[in-house]
């Protein structure tokens, strides 16, 4: 029998009301020993993550671990993107072993979490293994992850993707949320971000626009 075709996403697709983003331990001490990638493209990767979630209205958890103590402040292109927002700071490496995340978590009641943050090989992979155990869906944003090593981010991101994780860019996780150019409620939001956190991409929008007045999907 024939498998007919519709125009309809799929069900693996997020949208912005599905999931749970948790952004982990961007901060400073943290960042320090990042070699997987550098402090440059993991700020901007985090930054489009954050802005594109803000915007589109994601739930999301902010979370760091020992803040005043040790590993100093959250990046600011992130906690600019959700003035007021509390941040949950914790003792535990991993985020799922929080009593006020999975609150929080539990609160927002969704059934997908998309996580980034470092490093990938601890405090990534640790809320991803416990959320796939408790049945939830996990995405995880690799290029907005980082670990001490090239091998240990590799590594971490292969013992996830075993598990069941689903891996993905923090371009993607933006697009994915938009998918569609006519959804004009977002469109200028989505072209917004690319410009300044979307690298070449981004350049390719703003040169379009000068030198033709063209935009994505018109």
């Known amino acids: 029998m024939p498998i007919t075709a519709t125009p309809t996403p799929g069900a693996k697709l997020l949208t912005p ?3 749970t983003l948790i952004m982990i331990d961007f901060q400073s001490q943290m960042s320090f020993a990042t070699k997987s990638i550098d ?3 993991l700020r901007t990767n ?3 993550v954050a802005n594109a979630a803000a915007g589109f209205g994601v739930s999301t958890i902010l979370t760091t671990v020992a803040e005043k103590s040790f590993s100093g402040p959250m990046f600011n292109e992130i906690t600019d993107a959700f003035p007021g927002q509390k941040l949950l700071d914790r003792t535990s490496m991993n985020t799922w072993e929080d009593a006020a995340v999975i609150a ?3 609160r927002i009641g969704k059934p997908r979490i998309a996580l980034a ?3 990938t090989g601890v405090c990534i992979v640790g809320p991803a293994l416990s959320a796939l155990d408790q049945g939830f869906e996990v995405y995880v944003i690799a290029d907005a992850c980082g670990d001490v090593s090239t091998e240990a981010h590799e590594r971490a991101m292969d013992r996830m993707v075993q598990a069941g994780a689903r891996p993905m860019t923090s371009l993607q996780y933006m697009l994915e949320l938009q998918r569609d150019w006519a959804r004009t ?3 200028e939001l989505t072209t917004g971000i690319a410009k300044k956190y979307g690298g070449a991409y981004g350049l390719g929008i703003i040169y379009a626009k000068s030198m033709f007045n063209s935009s994505e999907g018109h």
């Open 17 to 19: 009301k599905d999931h």
């Open 117 to 119: 943050g470092l490093w």
């Open 39 to 41: 402090a440059i493209n």
């Open 185 to 187: 409620e977002t469109y």
């Open 46 to 48: 985090a930054a489009l």
């Open 104 to 106: 929080e978590v539990n």
